[in-house]
């Protein structure tokens, strides 16, 4: 069973590490055949092959870590990655690759912007010098210039484009947790106006009945008295904000559902045709949806979920469906809280089922005859 966390979070983060490996592999790749392709001295090959190397372990450590390492280490990261990037150009000439794409992406992720983007036109325009004076031509070299700014900005787009997820992943978790201690803290405001006063009044009169009791016994009596008035009030007072969270209604449980759902960044679509309904089924079914919305928070990563609830005939069906559902959903059982819901509809003579269908939306349908 996913946990909350896990479950918002999805599998897609490691998804997206992957992609961003895949990338930085497959340029590397396309480098290192560059480097192979004509022929070179064994010394030589295998100092590139160690310069490219070099190359890769820093790359992935400015994707991994773009912007946390203080500014002089990321300073001197891209210096060295610079020194590796040019001196083999100078040292073997056209046969080192254009690795410059890979600086010029270093660049754009670990310095600030302003400064970035002139060193990338200098980075670009250094490769472009250095070809043309290892005698490539102009052509050749723009040539590579250009391949090295399009791996630079690739690598830099796509790195920047991870970020940008897993802060929105972030702000999306935060929303759920903000909106669970929303409902939280309204419970314990309830409960906190309700027996607050009652029990501070309580203490009082129980304190002075205690100082009187030898002094004045009668005033003591009233007190007392007063005490079991109050404590009856508080109990009265108790069961009726009970009632109050039992006697749901259907439609206030939608709007509440809507409201809660889009302080998690989950759009509720929201239909609902159907006339009074009786007391019971109105109150099972706001139940029902209480549950389904907590699910939906809990067990997926959901961005849209569709409410609808429709009378039709003596039926009334109540159909709750979200995306974001992790693969695991699959093969769910019907946990504590499908199970109780299934047996509070039987009560009323309803049904409930609950199915991730084709289209991968986790749907949970509840039908109740009227
Ligand atoms: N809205 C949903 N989206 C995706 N999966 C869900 C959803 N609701 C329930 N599930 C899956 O069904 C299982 C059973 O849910 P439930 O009976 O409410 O138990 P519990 O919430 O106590 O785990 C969950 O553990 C989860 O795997
Ligand atoms: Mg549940």
């Avoid at 031509?137 to 690739?154: F, K, Q, Y």
Wanted: some cysteine.
């Amino acid at each position: 069973m996913p946990s909350t966390e896990s479950a918002r979070h999805g599998d897609g983060t490691p998804r997206v590490a992957h992609l961003q490996l895949a990338i930085l592999t497959i340029l590397l790749a396309a480098q290192i055949s560059t480097l192979l392709a004509g022929p070179m001295p064994p010394r030589q090959l295998t100092a590139s092959l160690a310069a490219v190397t070099a190359l890769a372990v820093l790359q992935a450590r400015h994707l991994r870590a773009p912007a946390r390492s203080p500014l002089w280490l990321r300073l001197g990261l891209v210096s060295a990655e610079g020194l590796t990037t040019y001196l083999p150009l100078l040292a073997i000439g056209a046969a080192w690759p254009g690795m410059g794409g890979f600086l010029a992406a270093s660049v754009l992720l670990v310095l600030p912007g302003r400064a970035a983007w002139p060193l990338v036109a200098a980075v670009i325009m250094g490769l472009f010098a250095a070809a043309m004076s290892q005698g490539l031509g102009v052509r050749n070299s723009g040539n590579v210039a250009i391949a090295s700014l399009a791996v630079g900005l690739t690598l830099f787009g796509v790195c920047h484009l991870t970020s940008t997820i897993m802060h929105m992943r972030g702000m999306h978790t935060e929303a759920t947790q903000l909106a669970v201690v929303k409902e939280r803290l309204r419970f314990a405001r309830d409960l906190h106006d309700l027996l607050g006063y009652n029990l501070a009044a309580i203490t009082l009169k129980a304190e002075l009945s205690r100082r009187l009791i030898r002094k004045d016994p009668a005033a003591a009596g009233d007190e007392l008295r007063d005490v079991v008035d109050i404590a009856r009030q508080a109990v009265a007072e108790v069961r009726h904000v009970v009632d109050g969270y039992r006697n749901i209604s259907l439609a206030q449980e939608i709007a509440a559902a809507a409201s809660l759902l889009a302080s998690a960044d989950v759009a509720a679509r929201v239909e609902m045709s159907c006339g009074i309904l009786p007391d019971k089924v109105d109150s099972v079914l706001a139940m029902v949806l209480r549950e389904l919305t907590t699910n939906i928070l809990r067990h997926s990563t959901a961005r849209n979920c569709w409410i609808t609830a429709v009378q039709a005939d003596e039926h009334i069906t109540l159909s709750v469906a979200n995306d974001g559902v992790p693969r695991a959903a699959a093969n769910h059982r019907d946990g504590g809280g499908l199970e109780n819901l299934a047996s509070r509809l039987e009560a009323v003579g309803g049904t409930l089922s609950a199915t991730v269908c084709d289209d991968g939306r986790f749907r949970v349908l509840a039908e109740i005859a009227i």
